[in-house]
């Protein structure tokens, strides 16, 4: 899927709509190791872009098992730190690392 937008509401429905389709095709619902019992997905890769994280975060957030993951969080903007990663390139570019 091609997208030139970088708008939170249409990542969420791509990443509502990843879940969805991997029930359809495998049974199993698409999990989060770090919020879910069966997860199965260590992390989700991102390249910087906020709506694209923060989706993730919307997306996922009902996913979460606070009894098996210890995570109390209500927002995306706090979930997402336990699961999200940056492209390495990509933090380069923006300036995110620091090298002494």
Do not use: W
């Not at 990843?18 to 069966?38: D, F, G, I």
């Not at 009902?62 to 730190?81: F, G, K, R």
């Amino acid at each position: 899927m091609y997208s030139d937008r970088a708008d939170r509401l249409q990542y969420k429905t791509i990443f509502d709509e990843l879940q969805c389709v991997t029930l359809v095709l495998t049974e199993r619902p698409l999990r989060l190791k770090r919020l879910s019992r069966n997860g199965s997905l260590v992390s989700i890769g991102v390249d910087m872009e906020l709506a694209q994280a923060l989706s993730a975060g919307d997306s996922f957030l009902p996913t979460n098992e606070p009894e098996y993951s210890n995570i109390h969080v209500q927002t995306a903007e706090e979930i997402i730190e336990f699961y999200i990663r940056a492209c390495y390139t990509h933090a380069k570019r923006f300036g995110c690392f620091f090298m002494t």
